[in-house]
């Protein structure tokens, strides 16, 4: 596609409950990224895949966060049992890690609230 | 693994003054080095990127990098702060995965 797409946008949700968070990366991207947002602050980086793998899965906060990247294009970002302090805008970016020299591109993000 | 420190949560500057905004890195291996901004509520964007052809970085808006290191650093300049400039910037390292600073927000006084 044109740009990394992310979504929904905005997703308002009840505490305790499980949320699924979208991000189409550019096409032909092999790397993509999932950071966190919260507000005022800066970027907390939750999750890197090189294809469908995650070399390093130590940046998700907890248990409740998992992620995973199908067919080298598509992934989500899942949180189950929702608390208040996930509350935030989850960034996705991709690169083309094979030209380690490019930089990431952003989506729009999805700002998440948890109520 | 990477990392980033940006010295200064917030920094305030009067409209035509120099801008700098102060970046440290850490990586075990020679980094990819890139500078975000991010405009009140609009997405992040590429400023400038250090990727080892020159060590002095022009990037848009007037704004530059130059990378040292030997003081592991990658600090952002621009001669002449303009209202416009005011935003949320962000340093990044790329070297094992992509890894940022917590920004620096940047407030242009009239």
């Known amino acids: 596609g044109a740009g990394v797409s992310q979504s929904p946008s905005n997703k308002v949700t009840e505490k305790g409950k499980d949320v699924e968070l979208r991000c189409d990366p550019i096409?032909?991207?092999?790397?993509l990224y999932w950071y966190r947002q919260s507000l005022g602050q800066g970027l907390e980086f939750l999750i890197y895949?090189?294809?469908?793998?995650?070399?390093?899965k130590s940046g998700l906060p907890s248990d409740r966060f998992s992620a995973e990247r199908t067919g080298g294009s598509v992934s989500t970002l899942t949180i189950q049992r929702t608390q208040q302090e996930d509350s935030a805008v989850y960034l996705c970016?991709?690169?083309?890690?094979?030209?380690?020299?490019?930089?990431?591109?952003f989506g729009q993000g999805t700002r998440l609230t948890v109520v | 693994a990477q990392s980033v420190t940006q010295l200064g949560s917030h920094v305030s500057v009067s409209e035509g003054a120099l801008v700098l905004l102060r970046c440290n890195y850490s990586?075990?291996?020679?980094?990819?080095l890139f500078w975000y901004v991010q405009y009140p509520n609009q997405g992040l964007q590429l400023l400038l990127k250090?990727?080892?052809?020159?060590?002095l970085v022009k990037g848009i808006n007037g704004f530059e990098a130059e990378f040292k290191k030997s003081e592991t650093s990658f600090h952002l300049t621009k001669p002449s702060a303009h209202m416009s400039d005011a935003a949320e910037y962000f340093c990044?390292?790329?070297?094992?995965?992509?890894?940022f600073g917590a920004g620096t927000r940047l407030t242009v006084k009239p």
């Open positions: 970016a991709s690169s083309d890690r094979d030209r380690e020299t490019t930089e990431a591109f």
């Open positions: 096409s032909g991207h092999t790397a």
């Open positions: 895949f090189q294809g469908n793998s995650a070399p390093d």
């Open positions: 990586s075990s291996v020679p980094p990819y």
């Open positions: 250090y990727t080892s052809a020159a060590t």
């Open positions: 990044a390292v790329s070297a094992a995965d992509m890894r």
